[in-house]
């Protein structure tokens, strides 16, 4: 899984039937502390993720293993929002 | 899934006979303003979507999760095309 | 799918059961106006194709969805030889 | 599979519920010998690894092949804890 | 699939226990003439591979698809050892 921060939301009115209603959020990767790099990608929201939200996102098959996204043309969902981040045991990232 | 841009059309008479009738659009990703970059990847359109659009695409084993492309040799699909995205609480692309 | 161009082909004595009798060819990803990049990869060829041909290659478990390589240990398949590709309104590649 | 060692642990409160008792672990990929390179990403333990192990983890599809991942949202899982790593005829790597 | 070299191997005690007995070696991508560049990944080994071999190797659920990986939580195989690479009507890798 790689750790993302949630930026923004997309809005699509011709879309894949399988889609209707699900929230589709625009996130980048970041690093342990939560510092975003690289190029934004689009994953499935099934926890009411927030905008600023650090969260986990499955990619690939495994991201239609949710009750949500099963059988789905989507291949990336959001499997957690992150409380708190550990390394080298400090705490990297904090949720506010 | 990605954020793409549609740049143009591939013409195959030779092809496997799953993908008879497909319509083969080849895309460039672009970030959340919609400018492109990187190199150009094919796709599957189910949608109709236009030179010029900005979509989303499903890769992988999603991407064989729609009606039209189940059990094709393809790994990447047109899931929805974006009318607009907004991040940072301001609009960053509009589709026009 | 990504764009590729043939290159070469590869001998093996000692492989996998599943893939006696199976062409696989070496392959560059190119751009679309076939210009090659990076560095080469291998997929099953199952359409006749010839050295210098531009094709498009699945990947993944897609690769896994033609007839001949159903069930086999490989991950790329070329699924259709390319004619000619159409960016901008002009053709950028058309095969002699 | 991929050779990272592991540098931390995250803490998620809301979470897939097929996520629940799930250690997920911060990991960063190294060379062969243990030396890490790149951005973190995390995977599900099930061998109970430490904070400092190299370990091997395997992505897509095939992290969900454990009793513990089986239908869970999760790309990445450890799947040996490694003991250590021979190049070029000598030990490249040793767990301490 | 890619061309890899074998460049070592892997020793752990604490493994999933589908991966018992299983060979598991260390490989670094490699151009058409076997040159090894990027960093090292690991793959099962299904075919007594020796260290130096230049092999082709399968990678996501592609490498599940042998008879000794199936159900396995791996992700890359060694499916066929390369007796030669030809590129431009040159023979590029002969294994000695």
Redesign the interface.
Known sequence: ???AKV??????????E??AGRK?L?LR?T??TGAA?G?????VD????G?GDLV?T?????????AI?K???????I??????????GKV?YRKE
Chains 1, 2, 3, 4, 5 share one sequence.
């Open positions: 899984m790689l750790i930026i923004g939301t997309t809005v699509s009115t011709i879309k894949d399988m889609l589709l625009i990767q690093d342990e790099f190029k934004p990608y689009v994953a099934t926890l009411d993720a905008i986990l499955a990619h690939g098959s495994s991201g239609r293993q949710t996204t059988n789905s043309p989507v291949d990336a969902v499997m957690a929002v992150i409380d708190h981040l550990e390394v080298g990297a």
